[in-house]
């Protein structure tokens, strides 16, 4: 694995972190494994876990995963705010 990749993968679990997520991650035989928790404004909390060969893919799932999530949490908020 390149460098790159490697500084890629943490920059990405920085951006998490940074953002108000807790990520956690560990090795598990042959895998990676990660978890990442976020508690909203209003106490609700996403969580979100991922596994993958290598730590920049780990990652790379995990910001995903998490982006996915707060897209639909903000555009279920959308909605719920416009049927009130």
């Given at each position: 694995m390149s460098g790159t990749a490697d500084t890629d993968g943490a920059i990405l679990l920085s951006w998490l972190r940074l953002?108000?997520?807790?990520t956690a991650t560990l090795?598990?035989?042959?895998?990676?494994?990660?978890?990442a928790?976020?508690?909203?404004?209003?106490?609700?909390?996403?969580?979100?876990?991922?596994?993958?060969?290598?730590?920049?893919?780990l990652a790379l799932k995990l910001f995903?995963?998490?982006?996915r999530l707060l897209e639909?949490?903000?555009?279920?908020?959308?909605?719920g705010a416009a049927a009130a």
């Open positions: 953002l108000g997520w807790q090795r598990d035989g042959e895998l990676f494994v990660g978890v928790e976020h508690t909203a404004a209003e106490g609700a909390t996403m969580r979100i876990s991922a596994s993958a060969p290598d730590e920049a893919t995903g995963a998490a982006m639909r949490s903000r555009t279920a908020g959308q909605r």
